[in-house]
Structures are given as C-alpha cells and as structure tokens.
C-alpha cells in the first residue's frame, strides 16, 4: 500500500522557519517526482515546490522562490520543504505529492498519490 505521511507542521512566527518531511512507503520512490501543494481557507489548491528522480530539477512558485527548497533523499524515501522567512499567506495545508514522470505535473491534475497533508500556521 502506498503511503505518503508528512510531519513536521506547526504554529511559527512570521520570520521563523519550518521543516516539513514526506516520508513514502510502498512505492519506488527514486522513480517518483515529489512536490508539495498547498490550500488555505478559501483559496485553491497551490502548487509549491518540485523535484525531479534524482534531485537534480526542481521548481518553486513564484510565491516561494527564494524562500522555500525542496530536496528528497532517496535512501530514506523522503522529501522534504525547508521554509524559510514565513509570511502568515503561507498559512495553509501543505500536501506532499508523488508523480510518476520526471516531470511534475504543477497543476495537480496528473499526480498518482498524495499525503494526507499537514498543517502549517504562520502568525503576525
């Protein structure tokens, strides 16, 4: 059964820094692009951040650029969103995602799994 649990969440001060991980089970996860998503109370679903197989591509919305890096180890089957200088607009749910292609889909519309999200508070 493939899994994608994400941890790492929490209530930060804007400024502050959080680390999120996505830890994959029961898929070849080398074989994945992974990326992280986002929605907050009444907005869409966001695309964040994304890294190709082997971590050599990644992307980042316009939003995050600068301020957010993904990575993935794939020893460990995990990805991780370092989050840097928060602003209370990246309070949302962060969602990992896993896509089989060597290109994510940033749209959302072609992912295979996604995690059950976690929760990610930034204060004034």
């Known amino acids: 059964q493939v899994q994608l649990v994400e941890s790492g969440g929490g209530l930060v001060q804007a400024g502050g820094s959080l680390r999120l991980s996505c830890a994959a089970s029961?898929?070849?996860?080398?074989?994945?692009?992974m990326g992280w998503f986002r929605q907050a109370p009444g907005k869409e679903r966001e695309f964040v951040s994304a890294i190709g197989w082997s971590g050599g591509r990644t992307a980042h919305a316009d939003s995050v650029k600068g301020r957010f890096t993904i990575s993935r180890d794939n020893a460990k089957s995990t990805v991780y969103l370092q989050m840097n200088s928060l602003k209370p607009e990246d309070t949302a749910v962060y969602y990992c995602?896993?896509?089989?292609?060597?290109?994510?889909?940033?749209?959302?519309?072609?992912?295979?799994?996604w995690g059950q999200g976690t929760q990610v508070t930034v204060s004034s």
């Open positions: 029961g898929l070849a996860f080398g074989r994945y692009s």
């Open positions: 995602a896993a896509d089989r292609s060597l290109f994510f889909h940033t749209a959302g519309d072609q992912i295979d799994y």
